[in-house]
């Protein structure tokens, strides 16, 4: 049986996947609505900017439609309202979410950081990378901005001891690895070196169940009523005895 473990510091955050990407379309103001209300406590989305330096919540580096231009290539008076950006965001779906970017523009970091400042929600933006070297310097340009490094941890240089030491070195608040790749030692171990632990990719309510009950700190899924429902059952007094799967 495996036991159950709680997050660091209150309830996990349920992270709408892109929005609620598995019942909307993904990364539109429409999509971020509904996942907060369905219950989702924050936003997994991406980050890019425009040629006029306004950060966007966008995965794809190009414009839809037939004649398809770079977003890096264009103001944004070009792109028109359904492409959200993070001031967008705040003004119309509030600020009181934790919003995880993938940072997919370096440029676009200090604008999002100011945006948030300014929204007075810096403390629950969180910037995540695959690189370390970027994370070290968005430290140096701010104490609060929350940092997250993706990363595969079940198979990482070196093992996660020594990776967990590094984040807390560089100050970089949490890690964020595939769920399959979560288990209950693992997440215990960053836990003792008081980093958070992310896993997205729960798809099914079952997933989330087994991600929250070994104590992660976030989980990000497509369709945030099954987080809700996830947290639900976790939270039974009478909730069955638990088997890893």
Same mark, same amino acid.
């Given at each position: 049986?495996?036991?159950?473990?709680?997050?660091?510091?209150?309830?996990?955050?349920?992270?709408?996947?892109?929005?609620?990407?598995?019942?909307?379309?993904?990364?539109?103001?429409?999509?971020?609505?509904?996942?907060?209300?369905?219950?989702?406590?924050?936003?997994?989305?991406?980050?890019?900017?425009?040629?006029?330096?306004?950060?966007?919540?966008?995965?794809?580096?190009?414009?839809?439609?037939?004649?398809?231009?770079?977003?890096?290539?264009?103001?944004?008076?070009?792109?028109?309202?359904?492409?959200?950006?993070?001031?967008?965001?705040?003004?119309?779906?509030?600020?009181?979410?934790?919003?995880? /970017?993938?940072? =997919?523009?370096?440029?676009?970091?200090?604008? #999002? !950081?100011?945006?948030?400042? +300014?929204?007075? *929600?810096? @403390?629950?933006?969180?910037?995540?990378?695959?690189?370390?070297?970027?994370?070290?310097?968005?430290?140096?340009?701010?104490?609060?901005?929350?940092?997250?490094?993706?990363?595969?941890?079940?198979?990482?240089?070196?093992?996660?001891?020594?990776?967990?030491?590094?984040?807390?070195?560089?100050?970089?608040?949490?890690?964020?690895?595939?769920?399959?790749?979560?288990?209950?030692?693992?997440?215990?171990?960053?836990?003792?070196?008081?980093?958070?632990?992310?896993?997205?990719?729960?798809?099914?309510?079952?997933?989330?169940?087994?991600?929250?009950?070994?104590?992660?700190?976030? /989980?990000?899924? =497509?369709?945030?009523?099954?987080?809700?429902? #996830? !947290?639900?059952?976790?939270? +039974?007094?009478? *909730?069955? @005895?638990?088997?890893?799967?």
């Amino acid at each position: 049986m495996i036991p159950r473990q709680e997050p660091l510091d209150g309830p996990a955050i349920l992270f709408g996947d892109r929005g609620a990407s598995g019942l909307s379309a993904e990364n539109t103001l429409e999509g971020f609505q509904l996942a907060l209300r369905l219950g989702a406590t924050g936003i997994e989305t991406d980050l890019l900017s425009t040629a006029d330096g306004v950060p966007l919540l966008r995965r794809s580096p190009k414009t839809s439609g037939f004649r398809k231009k770079w977003i890096a290539d264009s103001d944004r008076a070009s792109l028109g309202d359904s492409v959200v950006s993070l001031e967008d965001f705040y003004v119309h779906a509030g600020t009181e979410a934790h919003v995880l /970017v993938h940072v =997919g523009a370096v440029g676009a970091v200090e604008a #999002a !950081v100011q945006t948030a400042t +300014r929204f007075r *929600a810096l @403390e629950r933006l969180w910037l995540a990378s695959s690189d370390l070297d970027d994370l070290a310097a968005w430290r140096q340009r701010s104490s609060l901005v929350r940092l997250v490094h993706e990363a595969p941890i079940a198979t990482i240089d070196g093992g996660a001891e020594r990776h967990a030491a590094t984040l807390r070195s560089l100050k970089i608040d949490a890690v964020l690895a595939p769920r399959t790749h979560w288990n209950g030692g693992r997440t215990a171990l960053y836990h003792r070196f008081r980093r958070r632990c992310f896993g997205n990719e729960a798809v099914h309510e079952r997933m989330a169940v087994t991600l929250l009950h070994i104590g992660l700190d976030g /989980v990000s899924s =497509g369709y945030p009523d099954r987080l809700v429902d #996830a !947290v639900n059952e976790v939270s +039974r007094p009478d *909730a069955p @005895e638990f088997r890893e799967q």
